[in-house]
Nanobody, 127 residues
């Protein structure tokens, strides 16, 4: 069993930055592909970013490419999402997710649930 706990959300002005963290319990963190998703009010949950087990390969949604950076520290069992140049449309609840098997396409597949979800952290971008 893995528990994921997100933190770092909050209120930020357009153009500002935030860094989200997702701390995982357990010592098997490095065997999971990790990802960030978000859900805005009235919308479906959408993929934001993913990182492979070793941390040397990443994938991003087109809407955040060039602005967001995902990273992980396997020793600290934590995955991060650095968000820069934030826009009002980035407002959402952000969730981290872990998937044991497969690759990025499997994690992003909306018809297949990841193995674990965090509880979410609210990000609000507003002036």
């Amino acid at each position: 069993q893995v528990q994921l706990v997100e933190s770092g959300g909050g209120l930020v002005q357009p153009g500002g930055s935030l860094t989200l963290s997702c701390a995982a319990s357990g010592r098997t963190f490095s065997i999971y592909i990790m990802g960030w998703f978000r859900q805005a009010p009235g919308k479906e949950r959408e993929f934001v970013a993913a990182i492979n087990r070793g941390g040397d390969s990443t994938d991003y949604a087109d809407s955040v490419k060039g602005r967001f950076t995902i990273s992980r520290d396997n020793a600290k069992t934590t995955v991060y999402l650095q968000m820069n140049s934030l826009k009002p449309e980035d407002t959402a609840v952000y969730y981290c997710a872990a998937r044991r098997y497969g690759g990025f396409s499997d994690l992003k597949n909306p018809r297949v649930e990841p193995d674990y979800w965090g509880q979410g952290t609210q990000v609000t971008v507003s002036s």
